[in-house]
């Protein structure tokens, strides 16, 4: 039996068991084959779902596939489920948007993270810029990247998933600037008055956000150096969080699968 199976196998096993559990488990899926699940699923399907030996659930691997399993052996020490099918994930957009968002405090940038993972982004990094205020060293850095990568597996498991976009590690906008070669550059500058009009799609975008103060003159004039197109969202003012929502709610709706 081939290991990845047909999407209609998807169909199939909600069919036939329900709603259940979505995890996320990066782990190789070969159907007929045991594996045990890592700490943190274990821990949430038997003691805070409290589910037993023979219930159903789905993994997906953050790589694009998906695995019906069924709990064989639930204990205080281990969860061991036996993958009965194999299938692709269907959740992922036809458009690729990397997204640059600036860092914001506090639950601004896991709200950022997760409405863009929901939104089919395809990946992000946050961006140090002249007028953010947030300034992330070391074993600090390593901690807070490792949450948001968390973030975006969470947000996945919720919105039907099966790839984990990647989170990158902070760096400064004119680096991440000089690293872009998606056709089509976007910036939100609310000054600018360019409401977006693109009709052709492209294959790839990259989505420029700026931090809660805006984007500072020097900044601007580095993404325009970058070729990247200012754009505004409308008359009102958008906090740094709501702006990618927007954004790519638009850009899903032009040229995803929105």
């Given at each position: 039996m081939s290991?990845?199976?047909?999407a209609t196998?998807?169909?199939d096993w909600y069919a036939q068991h329900g709603k259940m559990p979505r995890l996320y488990v990066p782990a190789a899926f070969v159907t007929g084959s045991e594996?045990?699940?890592p700490e943190g699923p274990a821990r949430h399907v038997t003691r805070v779902l409290r589910m037993g030996e023979g219930a159903p659930l789905v993994l997906f691997d953050g790589?694009?596939?998906e695995a019906g399993v069924r709990l064989v052996d639930?204990?205080?020490k281990q969860a061991l489920a036996r993958v009965e099918a194999v299938w692709p994930g269907s959740g992922e957009s036809p458009l690729s948007v990397h997204l640059g968002q600036a860092i914001s405090k506090g639950d601004r940038m896991d709200y950022a993270i997760q409405k863009a993972v929901e939104l089919g982004v395809?990946?992000?990094t946050p961006l140090y810029t002249e007028r953010g205020d947030v300034r992330l060293k070391g074993d600090r850095e390593d901690k807070k990247l490792a949450h948001w990568q968390a973030v975006?597996?969470?947000?996945?498991?919720?919105?039907?998933?099966?790839?984990?976009?990647p989170v990158y590690p902070p760096m400064a906008l004119q680096?991440?600037?000089?690293?872009?070669?998606?056709?089509l550059r976007l910036m939100l500058h609310l000054a600018t008055g360019n409401a977006f009009d693109r009709q052709d799609r492209p294959a790839s975008v990259a989505l420029l956000i700026g931090p809660e103060g805006g984007l500072s003159e020097s900044d601007i004039a580095a993404a325009q150096t970058a070729t990247f197109t200012p754009l505004t969202l409308g008359p009102r003012v958008l906090r740094t969080e709501t702006a990618p929502i927007v954004a790519l709610s638009l850009l899903q709706h032009y040229f995803g699968d929105l």
């Open positions: 290991n990845a199976l047909s196998h998807a169909a594996l045990a699940l790589q694009g596939l639930v204990s205080r395809a990946a992000i975006a597996a969470s947000a996945c498991e919720q919105s039907g998933r099966a790839v984990v976009p680096a991440w600037l000089a690293e872009r070669r998606e056709p």
